[in-house]
Protein backbone atom coordinates (compact mmCIF):
# COMPACT_ATOMS: atom_id res chain seq x y z
CA UNK A 1 0.00 0.00 0.00
CA UNK A 2 0.91 3.61 0.36
CA UNK A 3 3.66 5.68 -1.45
CA UNK A 4 6.13 2.76 -1.82
CA UNK A 5 3.84 0.79 -3.91
CA UNK A 6 2.64 3.61 -5.76
CA UNK A 7 6.20 4.43 -6.63
CA UNK A 8 7.10 1.18 -7.63
CA UNK A 9 4.22 0.25 -9.96
CA UNK A 10 4.35 4.13 -11.86
CA UNK A 11 8.20 3.14 -12.40
CA UNK A 12 7.38 -0.02 -13.71
CA UNK A 13 4.73 1.55 -16.38
CA UNK A 14 7.87 3.84 -17.15
CA UNK A 15 9.72 1.21 -18.28
CA UNK A 16 7.45 0.24 -20.31
CA UNK A 17 8.10 -3.25 -20.73
CA UNK A 18 4.84 -5.65 -20.92
CA UNK A 19 6.33 -8.17 -18.42
CA UNK A 20 6.21 -6.34 -15.93
CA UNK A 21 3.12 -4.02 -16.69
CA UNK A 22 1.16 -7.48 -16.41
CA UNK A 23 2.64 -8.63 -13.19
CA UNK A 24 2.74 -4.85 -11.70
CA UNK A 25 -0.74 -4.62 -12.50
CA UNK A 26 -1.76 -7.75 -10.70
CA UNK A 27 0.37 -6.78 -7.36
CA UNK A 28 -0.88 -3.63 -7.68
CA UNK A 29 -4.99 -4.64 -8.04
CA UNK A 30 -4.27 -7.60 -5.82
CA UNK A 31 -2.73 -5.55 -2.89
CA UNK A 32 0.06 -8.19 -2.93
CA UNK A 33 3.42 -7.40 -1.41
CA UNK A 34 4.95 -10.50 -3.58
CA UNK A 35 5.76 -12.36 -0.52
CA UNK A 36 2.41 -12.59 1.32
CA UNK A 37 0.37 -15.54 0.22
CA UNK A 38 0.17 -19.12 2.11
CA UNK A 39 3.47 -20.12 3.37
CA UNK A 40 3.47 -22.23 6.31
CA UNK A 41 7.24 -23.66 6.60
CA UNK A 42 9.63 -22.54 9.36
CA UNK A 43 12.23 -21.23 6.57
CA UNK A 44 15.38 -21.53 8.65
CA UNK A 45 15.33 -24.66 10.00
CA UNK A 46 19.13 -26.68 9.95
CA UNK A 47 19.19 -29.16 7.14
CA UNK A 48 19.31 -32.72 9.16
CA UNK A 49 20.77 -34.31 6.13
CA UNK A 50 23.51 -32.05 6.03
CA UNK A 51 25.39 -34.87 8.68
CA UNK A 52 24.78 -37.35 6.02
CA UNK A 53 27.60 -35.22 3.90
CA UNK A 54 29.67 -34.65 6.68
CA UNK A 55 28.20 -31.22 7.43
CA UNK A 56 28.14 -29.89 3.98
CA UNK A 57 25.27 -27.83 3.67
CA UNK A 58 25.81 -26.02 0.35
CA UNK A 59 23.37 -25.49 -1.67
CA UNK A 60 25.07 -27.75 -4.39
CA UNK A 61 25.70 -30.71 -1.82
CA UNK A 62 22.22 -30.77 -0.68
CA UNK A 63 20.96 -30.65 -3.98
CA UNK A 64 23.52 -33.42 -5.44
CA UNK A 65 22.40 -35.47 -3.03
CA UNK A 66 19.06 -35.84 -4.48
CA UNK A 67 19.82 -35.74 -7.88
CA UNK A 68 18.56 -32.08 -8.29
CA UNK A 69 20.44 -29.01 -10.26
CA UNK A 70 20.60 -25.89 -8.39
CA UNK A 71 21.47 -23.44 -10.48
CA UNK A 72 22.37 -19.33 -11.46
CA UNK A 73 22.60 -16.97 -13.99
CA UNK A 74 25.97 -15.54 -14.02
CA UNK A 75 27.07 -11.77 -15.40
CA UNK A 76 30.27 -11.94 -17.10
CA UNK A 77 31.55 -8.67 -14.97
CA UNK A 78 31.27 -9.85 -11.94
CA UNK A 79 32.02 -13.31 -12.26
CA UNK A 80 35.68 -11.75 -13.46
CA UNK A 81 36.09 -8.68 -11.40
CA UNK A 82 34.36 -9.82 -7.89
CA UNK A 83 36.17 -12.64 -6.03
CA UNK A 84 33.40 -13.11 -3.74
CA UNK A 85 31.38 -13.36 -6.59
CA UNK A 86 33.44 -16.16 -8.01
CA UNK A 87 33.71 -17.94 -4.62
CA UNK A 88 29.65 -18.33 -3.77
CA UNK A 89 29.01 -19.16 -7.71
CA UNK A 90 31.48 -21.71 -7.60
CA UNK A 91 30.32 -23.16 -3.90
CA UNK A 92 26.80 -22.99 -4.06
CA UNK A 93 25.74 -24.01 -7.40
CA UNK A 94 25.89 -26.88 -9.67
CA UNK A 95 24.52 -25.37 -12.90
CA UNK A 96 24.74 -22.21 -14.44
CA UNK A 97 23.13 -20.10 -17.20
CA UNK A 98 24.58 -17.25 -18.94
CA UNK A 99 22.07 -14.19 -17.79
CA UNK A 100 22.87 -12.81 -21.25
CA UNK A 101 25.81 -14.09 -23.36
CA UNK A 102 24.56 -16.30 -25.14
CA UNK A 103 21.74 -14.81 -26.33
CA UNK A 104 21.81 -13.96 -29.85
CA UNK A 105 22.78 -10.41 -29.76
CA UNK A 106 25.66 -10.96 -27.76
CA UNK A 107 27.29 -14.24 -29.31
CA UNK A 108 26.32 -13.45 -33.39
CA UNK A 109 26.13 -10.13 -33.60
CA UNK A 110 26.56 -9.93 -37.31
CA UNK A 111 25.56 -12.42 -39.96
CA UNK A 112 28.84 -13.41 -40.86
CA UNK A 113 30.68 -13.14 -37.14
CA UNK A 114 30.41 -14.59 -33.96
CA UNK A 115 31.74 -13.37 -30.79
CA UNK A 116 32.19 -16.51 -28.13
CA UNK A 117 34.45 -14.47 -25.56
CA UNK A 118 32.20 -13.95 -23.05
CA UNK A 119 29.60 -17.55 -23.81
CA UNK A 120 33.25 -19.33 -23.50
CA UNK A 121 33.93 -17.19 -20.20
CA UNK A 122 30.68 -19.14 -18.53
CA UNK A 123 31.38 -22.59 -19.80
CA UNK A 124 35.33 -22.48 -18.78
CA UNK A 125 33.76 -21.67 -15.50
CA UNK A 126 31.74 -24.67 -14.97
CA UNK A 127 34.04 -26.94 -16.27
CA UNK A 128 36.44 -25.43 -13.42
CA UNK A 129 33.91 -25.87 -10.89
CA UNK A 130 32.44 -29.15 -12.20
CA UNK A 131 28.98 -27.56 -12.71
CA UNK A 132 26.54 -28.27 -15.90
CA UNK A 133 25.48 -25.40 -18.32
CA UNK A 134 22.66 -24.18 -18.88
CA UNK A 135 22.45 -22.41 -22.55
CA UNK A 136 20.28 -19.49 -22.66
CA UNK A 137 18.91 -19.68 -25.29
CA UNK A 138 18.96 -20.21 -29.28
CA UNK A 139 15.74 -18.17 -29.93
CA UNK A 140 14.18 -15.40 -28.40
CA UNK A 141 11.92 -13.09 -30.60
CA UNK A 142 9.98 -10.39 -28.54
CA UNK A 143 8.52 -7.90 -30.05
CA UNK A 144 8.76 -5.30 -27.44
CA UNK A 145 12.77 -5.20 -27.18
CA UNK A 146 15.49 -6.39 -28.74
CA UNK A 147 16.57 -9.86 -28.68
CA UNK A 148 17.93 -10.32 -32.05
CA UNK A 149 20.28 -7.73 -33.72
CA UNK A 150 18.83 -5.96 -36.68
CA UNK A 151 20.43 -8.35 -39.25
CA UNK A 152 17.45 -11.17 -38.43
CA UNK A 153 14.78 -8.76 -37.34
CA UNK A 154 15.08 -7.17 -41.04
CA UNK A 155 15.48 -10.75 -42.84
CA UNK A 156 13.46 -9.95 -46.07
CA UNK A 157 12.29 -13.93 -46.77
CA UNK A 158 11.47 -16.84 -44.77
CA UNK A 159 14.60 -18.17 -46.94
CA UNK A 160 17.01 -15.38 -45.62
CA UNK A 161 15.65 -16.22 -42.11
CA UNK A 162 15.65 -19.94 -42.19
CA UNK A 163 19.14 -19.75 -43.09
CA UNK A 164 20.69 -17.30 -40.27
CA UNK A 165 18.43 -19.66 -38.03
CA UNK A 166 20.26 -22.66 -39.10
CA UNK A 167 23.73 -21.53 -39.02
CA UNK A 168 23.16 -20.01 -35.56
CA UNK A 169 21.76 -22.81 -34.15
CA UNK A 170 23.91 -25.79 -35.51
CA UNK A 171 26.95 -23.34 -34.63
CA UNK A 172 26.41 -22.52 -31.39
CA UNK A 173 25.00 -25.81 -30.12
CA UNK A 174 28.06 -27.88 -31.98
CA UNK A 175 30.83 -25.61 -30.40
CA UNK A 176 29.58 -26.45 -26.63
CA UNK A 177 28.80 -30.21 -27.45
CA UNK A 178 29.52 -31.77 -24.24
CA UNK A 179 29.89 -28.74 -22.37
CA UNK A 180 26.06 -27.65 -22.29
CA UNK A 181 24.26 -29.91 -21.14
CA UNK A 182 20.61 -28.20 -21.76
CA UNK A 183 19.45 -25.88 -23.96
CA UNK A 184 16.66 -23.11 -23.95
CA UNK A 185 16.18 -23.52 -27.74
CA UNK A 186 13.05 -21.64 -27.56
CA UNK A 187 11.98 -18.77 -25.17
CA UNK A 188 8.97 -17.08 -24.75
CA UNK A 189 7.23 -18.70 -28.09
CA UNK A 190 3.77 -17.01 -26.57
CA UNK A 191 2.29 -13.12 -26.13
CA UNK A 192 4.22 -12.02 -22.63
CA UNK A 193 0.34 -11.30 -21.49
CA UNK A 194 -2.08 -13.42 -24.23
CA UNK A 195 -2.71 -16.26 -25.31
CA UNK A 196 -1.73 -16.29 -29.31
CA UNK A 197 1.89 -16.87 -30.21
CA UNK A 198 4.37 -14.33 -30.22
CA UNK A 199 4.22 -12.57 -33.48
CA UNK A 200 7.89 -12.30 -33.92
CA UNK A 201 10.10 -12.35 -37.09
CA UNK A 202 10.55 -15.91 -36.79
CA UNK A 203 6.52 -16.24 -36.59
CA UNK A 204 5.54 -13.91 -39.10
CA UNK A 205 8.51 -15.17 -41.67
CA UNK A 206 8.55 -19.51 -41.12
CA UNK A 207 5.63 -19.80 -39.32
CA UNK A 208 4.32 -21.74 -36.03
CA UNK A 209 6.72 -24.41 -37.37
CA UNK A 210 9.77 -22.37 -36.22
CA UNK A 211 9.16 -24.20 -32.67
CA UNK A 212 10.11 -27.69 -33.79
CA UNK A 213 12.51 -27.11 -36.31
CA UNK A 214 14.68 -25.81 -33.91
CA UNK A 215 14.52 -27.96 -31.90
CA UNK A 216 15.30 -30.43 -34.60
CA UNK A 217 18.13 -28.33 -35.22
CA UNK A 218 19.71 -28.34 -32.39
CA UNK A 219 18.79 -31.93 -31.81
CA UNK A 220 21.14 -32.72 -34.90
CA UNK A 221 23.77 -30.43 -33.80
CA UNK A 222 24.14 -32.33 -30.41
CA UNK A 223 21.95 -35.48 -30.04
CA UNK A 224 22.89 -35.56 -26.12
CA UNK A 225 22.32 -32.30 -24.99
CA UNK A 226 18.56 -32.13 -23.53
CA UNK A 227 16.10 -29.50 -25.08
CA UNK A 228 13.75 -27.16 -23.23
CA UNK A 229 10.82 -24.71 -24.25
CA UNK A 230 11.00 -21.90 -21.29
CA UNK A 231 8.09 -19.48 -21.12
CA UNK A 232 7.36 -16.89 -18.51
CA UNK A 233 4.20 -15.68 -16.34
CA UNK A 234 2.55 -19.04 -16.39
CA UNK A 235 1.97 -18.94 -13.03
CA UNK A 236 0.15 -15.70 -13.44
CA UNK A 237 -1.73 -16.38 -16.33
CA UNK A 238 -3.76 -19.54 -16.63
CA UNK A 239 -5.38 -18.47 -20.46
CA UNK A 240 -1.86 -18.33 -21.26
CA UNK A 241 -0.60 -21.27 -19.03
CA UNK A 242 -3.50 -23.08 -21.21
CA UNK A 243 -1.94 -22.01 -24.94
CA UNK A 244 1.03 -22.85 -23.87
CA UNK A 245 0.21 -26.50 -22.62
CA UNK A 246 -1.48 -26.59 -25.66
CA UNK A 247 1.27 -25.70 -28.22
CA UNK A 248 3.66 -28.32 -26.14
CA UNK A 249 0.99 -31.00 -26.83
CA UNK A 250 1.36 -30.32 -30.26
CA UNK A 251 5.00 -31.10 -29.89
CA UNK A 252 4.82 -33.60 -28.24
CA UNK A 253 2.21 -35.48 -30.76
CA UNK A 254 4.80 -34.37 -33.52
CA UNK A 255 7.48 -36.02 -31.67
CA UNK A 256 9.65 -33.08 -31.77
CA UNK A 257 12.72 -33.82 -29.68
CA UNK A 258 11.79 -31.76 -26.49
CA UNK A 259 12.91 -32.64 -23.33
CA UNK A 260 11.47 -30.28 -20.96
CA UNK A 261 9.66 -27.14 -19.82
CA UNK A 262 11.04 -24.29 -18.38
CA UNK A 263 9.15 -22.30 -16.05
CA UNK A 264 11.23 -18.69 -15.41
CA UNK A 265 9.22 -17.69 -12.60
CA UNK A 266 10.30 -14.67 -11.91
CA UNK A 267 7.72 -13.31 -8.65
CA UNK A 268 7.04 -10.21 -9.61
CA UNK A 269 3.04 -10.14 -9.03
CA UNK A 270 3.43 -12.08 -5.57
CA UNK A 271 3.51 -15.89 -5.20
CA UNK A 272 1.59 -18.53 -6.58
CA UNK A 273 -1.00 -20.65 -4.79
CA UNK A 274 1.35 -23.69 -4.52
CA UNK A 275 -1.41 -26.27 -4.72
CA UNK A 276 -2.34 -24.34 -8.54
CA UNK A 277 1.72 -23.96 -9.61
CA UNK A 278 2.24 -27.69 -8.71
CA UNK A 279 -0.95 -28.94 -11.23
CA UNK A 280 1.02 -26.74 -13.74
CA UNK A 281 4.30 -28.28 -13.16
CA UNK A 282 2.07 -31.75 -13.33
CA UNK A 283 0.70 -31.11 -16.47
CA UNK A 284 3.99 -30.96 -18.28
CA UNK A 285 4.99 -33.90 -16.81
CA UNK A 286 2.23 -35.93 -17.31
CA UNK A 287 3.10 -34.89 -21.15
CA UNK A 288 5.86 -36.89 -20.49
CA UNK A 289 8.72 -34.08 -20.21
CA UNK A 290 11.05 -32.98 -17.22
CA UNK A 291 10.28 -29.12 -15.93
CA UNK A 292 12.69 -27.01 -14.48
CA UNK A 293 12.14 -23.54 -12.52
CA UNK A 294 15.09 -21.57 -14.68
CA UNK A 295 14.56 -17.74 -13.60
CA UNK A 296 13.57 -17.47 -10.39
CA UNK A 297 13.41 -14.18 -8.62
CA UNK A 298 10.64 -12.81 -5.63
CA UNK A 299 10.87 -8.96 -4.62
CA UNK A 300 10.78 -9.07 -1.35
CA UNK A 301 8.57 -6.83 -0.40
CA UNK A 302 8.43 -4.42 2.82
CA UNK A 303 7.75 -4.46 6.14
CA UNK A 304 9.91 -5.80 9.49
CA UNK A 305 9.39 -9.35 8.80
CA UNK A 306 10.20 -9.02 4.75
CA UNK A 307 12.72 -11.49 4.57
CA UNK A 308 11.44 -13.85 6.60
CA UNK A 309 8.12 -13.79 3.78
CA UNK A 310 10.26 -13.44 1.14
CA UNK A 311 12.15 -16.82 2.09
CA UNK A 312 8.41 -18.64 3.23
CA UNK A 313 7.33 -17.34 -0.93
CA UNK A 314 10.70 -19.30 -2.50
CA UNK A 315 9.73 -22.34 0.37
CA UNK A 316 6.22 -22.99 -0.90
CA UNK A 317 6.95 -22.39 -4.82
CA UNK A 318 10.04 -24.51 -4.83
CA UNK A 319 8.59 -26.85 -2.68
CA UNK A 320 5.39 -27.38 -5.24
CA UNK A 321 7.90 -27.94 -8.19
CA UNK A 322 9.66 -30.40 -6.10
CA UNK A 323 6.57 -32.06 -5.10
CA UNK A 324 6.40 -33.70 -8.90
CA UNK A 325 9.08 -35.85 -9.43
CA UNK A 326 9.98 -34.47 -12.87
CA UNK A 327 10.69 -31.14 -11.53
CA UNK A 328 14.35 -31.78 -11.73
CA UNK A 329 16.26 -27.98 -11.39
CA UNK A 330 15.88 -24.88 -9.88
CA UNK A 331 17.49 -21.90 -11.36
CA UNK A 332 17.62 -18.54 -10.00
CA UNK A 333 18.26 -15.33 -12.02
CA UNK A 334 21.09 -14.56 -9.84
CA UNK A 335 21.99 -14.87 -6.63
CA UNK A 336 22.74 -11.80 -4.79
CA UNK A 337 21.00 -8.72 -4.36
CA UNK A 338 24.04 -6.84 -5.54
CA UNK A 339 23.90 -7.96 -9.06
CA UNK A 340 20.08 -8.33 -9.87
CA UNK A 341 18.58 -7.17 -13.30
CA UNK A 342 15.09 -6.37 -11.24
CA UNK A 343 17.43 -3.29 -9.72
CA UNK A 344 17.47 -1.96 -13.65
CA UNK A 345 13.62 -3.41 -14.38
CA UNK A 346 11.92 -2.02 -11.05
CA UNK A 347 14.61 -0.03 -9.48
CA UNK A 348 16.64 -0.77 -6.53
CA UNK A 349 15.37 -1.98 -3.11
CA UNK A 350 13.88 -5.11 -3.83
CA UNK A 351 16.28 -7.43 -2.63
CA UNK A 352 14.49 -10.57 -4.87
CA UNK A 353 17.43 -12.85 -4.16
CA UNK A 354 19.40 -15.66 -1.97
CA UNK A 355 22.21 -14.07 -0.97
CA UNK A 356 22.21 -10.17 0.42
CA UNK A 357 24.64 -7.12 -1.15
CA UNK A 358 27.26 -8.77 0.58
CA UNK A 359 27.10 -12.08 -0.10
CA UNK A 360 25.24 -12.93 3.25
CA UNK A 361 22.85 -15.72 3.35
CA UNK A 362 19.67 -14.52 3.92
CA UNK A 363 16.65 -16.32 5.30
CA UNK A 364 15.75 -17.54 2.02
CA UNK A 365 18.58 -19.27 1.69
CA UNK A 366 17.97 -21.63 3.92
CA UNK A 367 14.34 -21.97 2.91
CA UNK A 368 15.30 -22.84 -0.46
CA UNK A 369 18.21 -25.46 1.13
CA UNK A 370 15.50 -27.03 2.89
CA UNK A 371 13.24 -28.14 0.23
CA UNK A 372 16.31 -29.33 -1.70
CA UNK A 373 16.85 -31.70 1.03
CA UNK A 374 13.36 -32.40 1.47
CA UNK A 375 13.61 -33.86 -1.67
CA UNK A 376 15.79 -36.51 -0.72
C1 LIG B 1 17.17 -10.31 -18.85
C2 LIG B 1 18.51 -9.99 -18.21
O1 LIG B 1 18.47 -10.35 -16.86
C3 LIG B 1 18.83 -8.52 -18.35
O2 LIG B 1 20.14 -8.24 -17.89
C4 LIG B 1 18.67 -8.09 -19.81
O3 LIG B 1 18.84 -6.70 -19.91
C5 LIG B 1 17.32 -8.48 -20.36
O4 LIG B 1 17.12 -9.88 -20.19
N1 LIG B 1 13.24 -13.54 -19.26
C6 LIG B 1 14.35 -14.14 -19.81
C7 LIG B 1 15.71 -13.58 -19.55
O5 LIG B 1 14.24 -15.21 -20.43
O6 LIG B 1 16.60 -13.80 -20.62
C8 LIG B 1 15.63 -12.12 -19.20
O7 LIG B 1 16.95 -11.70 -18.82
C9 LIG B 1 14.63 -11.87 -18.10
C10 LIG B 1 13.25 -12.30 -18.55
Known sequence: MGGGRGLRCARAWVHGFALVVVMLAAACSSGSDGSSTGAT???????????????DCRLRAVAAAADLRVGTAVQTGPLADEA????????????????????????HPAADRYDFAAAD?????????DMEVRGHTLLWG?????TVPDYVANATGPDELR?????????VVRRYRGRVQRWDVVNEPLDTVGTAMENNVFLRLLGEGYIAD????A????????????????????????AFADLVTRLVADKVPIDGIGLQTHLLAGVPDPVAFRALVRRFADLGLDVAITEMDLPAGTGPDRLERQARGYATTIGACLAVPRCREVTFWGFTDRHTW?????????????FDRDYQPKPAYSAVREQLAARR
Open 163 to 171: AYVDDHITT
Open 219 to 242: HRADPAAELWLNEAVLETLPAKAQ
Open 342 to 354: IDDFLGPGHDPLL
Open 41 to 55: ANPTPPVKECGAHGG
Open 121 to 129: AVVGFAADH
Open 84 to 107: AYRGTVGREFNSITAENDMKWPTI
Open 214 to 217: AFRT
Open 142 to 146: QTEYT
